[in-house]
């Protein structure tokens, strides 16, 4: 086991009717005038983000507003909300929603006492040492940022798609009422389901020794999910399921599974080219690219795709690479059970441009990049090509 940090920064509220008490956490960590940003869907429909406003004015908190944060959140709408935060003198950020709006909540937080552009964030330029605050009442359980110090934004000049982190990007607070996911349609349920369980995996198929701790984590929460998810897909209003779902979400990402250990996040790499370039959604994206992966690592790795076989689908094989491959044909055959793809063709992507796919992957992450195998920009388009045609 490596040396390692954990600093659980966040307080979470969880259960039923929390949301309303977002006034009395904003007081709570001294976030005297909030920007609230929120997509353009359910939280407006459901009357949500009435009730979150109606709540700070009530309690006397003034605010300001950045709508319209789209899937796959965009620079654009950053700039737009930075824009905002320093006309209005913001000292603060709440999200409202799912990954998408507190990514770009984190962005603006991280951006507001920086004299530079945010980007150089992502692309490497700067590290975020000092935030504003931020604030959550969590809509969507998929991408766990309610809990994590990472952000990813989509630069809609050359669709370069990067990711950053900083335990100063943490939320303050995070609000998780799992009523507030009933109404999610079954797919982006599915495609929430399928995140966190990607978030688990990268962090799980690690070459570091003597991590039987968090390995035992990480299989537990992966079959924890495995059990509740056909739950919440046949039973959306199963309060203890979704509440089990949520939470799962949150333990993926938070750092509960990583201690030390090397992690991964190819997968990740890989995927998020193919979102940036083809606009699916991100879980789905990592539906068909995680298999991908998977196969063309055991051909050279197989111990702890094998071992993720054996401890999370029960598979009796002794020999590592045919366990390895039953391991990837279960999960295939789980995340289509509900309702996830599996390939690029059932992703929606008849032909995709593979090479393209690989060349960008590698200007993003490097000539050379993943820790359980090395991937350069030949490996990427021989996963993509798996991915197109398995």
């Known amino acids: ?25 904003l007081e709570a960590f001294d976030m005297k005038k909030p920007l609230i940003v929120y997509g353009k869907g359910s939280v407006i429909r459901s009357g949500l983000l009435d009730r979150v406003k109606e709540s700070l004015e009530v309690a006397g908190i003034p605010y ?14 950053v700039y737009e909300g ?18 998408s709006s507190i990514d770009t909540a984190k962005a603006i937080a991280a951006a507001m006492p920086y004299d530079g552009d945010f980007w150089d964030f992502y692309c490497g330029k700067a590290k975020v040492t000092k935030a504003l605050p931020v604030g959550v009442v969590l809509t969507i359980p998929a991408a766990g940022s309610e809990g994590s110090g990472n952000t990813v934004i989509t630069k809609l000049d050359g669709l370069h798609k990067l990711g950053m982190g900083s335990d100063v990007l943490r939320p303050k607070f995070a609000l998780m009422n799992s009523e507030l996911t009933f109404t999610l349609p079954p797919y982006q349920t599915a495609a929430g389901i399928t995140d966190m369980m990607a978030h688990i995996m990268e962090r799980y198929f690690s070459n570091t020794p003597n991590v039987e701790i968090t390995d035992r984590v990480a299989e537990g929460v992966l079959k924890a999910i495995i059990t509740e998810a056909p739950k919440v897909i046949a039973n959306p209003e199963d309060y203890d399921a979704r509440a ?19 992690e991964d996040w190819a997968t ?35 111990s702890k795709i094998a071992q993720f076989a054996r401890r999370v689908f029960d598979i009796n094989e002794e020999d590592d690479k045919k366990a390895a491959s039953m391991g990837i044909e ?18 929606g992507i008849e032909n995709p441009d593979v090479k393209l796919l690989a060349k960008k992957v590698t200007e993003n ?8 195998i090395k991937i350069d920009k030949n490996t990427a388009e021989k996963i993509y090509r798996i991915a197109a045609e398995s």
């Not at 949150?250 to 030390?260: K, R």
């Open 1 to 25: 086991m490596n040396n390692f940090v954990f600093f659980p920064a966040t307080k979470y509220v969880f259960g039923r009717g929390v949301e309303n008490k977002v006034a009395e956490q």
């Open 64 to 77: 300001a507003e950045l709508g319209g944060v789209q899937p796959n959140p965009v620079d654009s709408k």
């Open 82 to 99: 930075i824009e905002i935060a320093k006309k209005e003198g913001i000292d603060s950020v709440l999200a409202v929603g799912g990954g």
């Open 244 to 262: 089990n779902i949520m939470w799962s979400g949150t333990l993926a990402h938070n750092g509960v599974c990583s201690g030390g250990r090397e």
């Open 268 to 302: 990740h790499g890989l995927e998020h080219e193919l979102s940036a370039v083809y606009d699916v959604t991100h879980g789905a994206g990592l539906a068909v690219m995680f298999p991908a992966w998977m196969t063309y690592a055991m051909e050279e790795n197989p």
């Open 330 to 347: 279960a999960l295939k055959k789980f995340l289509s059970s509900i309702g996830m793809p599996v390939n690029m063709k059932e992703l």
């Open 365 to 372: 992450k490097g000539e050379i990049f993943g820790n359980y």
